[in-house]
């Protein structure tokens, strides 16, 4: 399954070196935290792949609720 889920509060600010994407996104408590840390900045390194005009990502991983 996905290790990253429900992207939300995402924020673009222009900056002189281009862009700032900073969004929030659930992860599994459960997962090892080295492997939250690569599917973020996988996400990271896509987004920057396909917008030129993006300098800076940060992805903040919250914990997904276990119901």
Do not use: F
Not at 4 to 18: F, K, N, P, S, Y
Not at 38 to 54: F, G, S, T
């Amino acid at each position: 399954g996905k290790v990253v889920t429900q992207i939300h509060d995402v924020r673009v600010r222009e900056t002189v070196a281009g862009q700032v994407v900073n969004y929030h996104c659930r992860v599994d408590p459960a997962l090892p935290v080295a492997d939250v840390h690569d599917a973020v900045d996988d996400i990271d390194r896509r987004l920057k792949v396909e917008r030129a005009a993006i300098c800076r990502v940060v992805g903040h991983a919250e914990p997904l609720a276990i119901s």
